[in-house]
């Protein structure tokens, strides 16, 4: 992966220019391969992806487990795996180890094993900006258990929930620092991202009332989405990019509110954290961008299909939605295989 997307640059100096539109979490591990095995640039970049991605599945249906019967369990692994964000699993993108740091992050809360929960976090947000809400999901969880539940002295507790907090964001925390001393501007992230066009507090408000970043349009897209009947022009990708985002968003959000309703409070407040996130960041954007693949993180929505189909007497119909999802990645796949970049 070639992560110098866009220059930019500081203190007036034209030629100063960093490559920072990706977080390292990534790059710093196909560097490392390929120094230690001698991998040719292609390998490099691509196996860790595949890899992480295979090993995020088994991880996810040990996760799935504690949450669900085994039949339900093996649905949800089955929706997981064949979510078209899974593209990713063969290209050199992040979202493979973003998406397996994410479930040690909860497999590891859920066991108890808090700090190594944090561990996991703080290397999570290495990968991505969109985890720290992971960071602060179980920071809040955590900070629940200590200074509620337990009782324990509210000095005390106060700095282990810092300290928890601090692990729990490390990475970012990390890659902020080295672009201060690197950079001089801890957001050089942040700021790098006007490359690709900066948009006001309200132009971002009217994304977010519009839908047009999702969408590409507005509600005339989604409902024409939804009917199949995006017209294609000269790009047939854009409209499987519409089809796939609506299919997305729709399921992201009727999913966080079956983990609400199931009780599975941990998991619906990231969920609702990543939708929001995800939403309000992308609404900067000049156009339309891919829901499925920034949306693939939120893996509580896949323990949510699992519920679903646990507690459903119509079990065809999550059956179908299971086809319609693996029908888009399929498409997905061919496309990418066929030198479109359906993002």
């Not at 602060?136 to 002295?153: G, H, P, R, S």
Request: glycine share 8%; net charge positive.
């Amino acid at each position: 992966m070639d992560i110098v997307q866009h220059g930019y640059s500081y203190n007036g100096n034209p030629n100063v220019q960093q490559n920072i539109a990706f977080f390292p979490l990534y790059p710093i591990i196909m560097k490392v391969l390929g120094q230690l095995f001698g991998l040719q640039n292609g390998v490099a970049t691509i196996f860790p992806a595949l890899f992480f991605g295979v090993a995020s599945i088994y991880a996810f249906h040990a996760l799935a487990r504690t949450r669900l019967h085994e039949n339900a369990s093996l649905f949800a692994t089955a929706a997981y795996a064949l979510y078209p964000g899974a593209t990713f699993f063969v290209s050199a993108y992040p979202t493979s180890v973003m998406n397996l740091l994410v479930i040690a992050t909860l497999l590891a809360f859920n066991r108890k094993k808090y700090f190594l929960a944090a561990i996991a976090a703080g290397i999570s947000t290495a990968g991505g900006a969109l985890l720290v809400f992971l960071s602060a999901t179980i920071t809040l969880a955590y900070a629940n258990k200590i200074i509620f539940e337990k009782n324990q002295q509210k000095i005390s507790g106060f700095f282990q929930v810092i300290f928890f907090a601090t692990l729990s964001l490390s990475g970012i925390i990390g890659f902020m620092l080295y672009q201060k001393i690197a950079f001089g501007n801890a957001l050089a992230f942040v700021d790098v991202q006007k490359a690709w066009g900066y948009k006001s507090i309200v132009d971002r408000i009217i994304n977010l009332v519009t839908l047009s970043p999702i969408f590409g349009g507005g509600y005339g897209s989604f409902f024409r989405s939804i009917f199949f009947l995006q017209p294609t022009g000269k790009s047939p990708e854009g409209s499987v990019e519409y089809i796939t985002n609506t299919f997305s968003i729709i399921m992201a959000v009727y999913s966080t509110w079956i983990l609400y309703k199931f009780k599975e409070y941990l998991l619906s407040i990231y969920s609702l954290l990543v939708l929001l996130g995800y939403i309000w960041f992308i609404g900067s954007v000049q156009g339309p961008s891919s829901t499925f693949r920034l949306l693939y993180i939120d893996i509580p929505i896949f323990i949510a299909a699992g519920i679903y189909f646990q507690n459903s007497d119509k079990k065809i119909s999550c059956l179908l939605l299971l086809a319609f999802s693996a029908l888009a990645l399929l498409i997905q796949i061919s496309f990418f295989a066929s030198g479109y970049w359906v993002i």
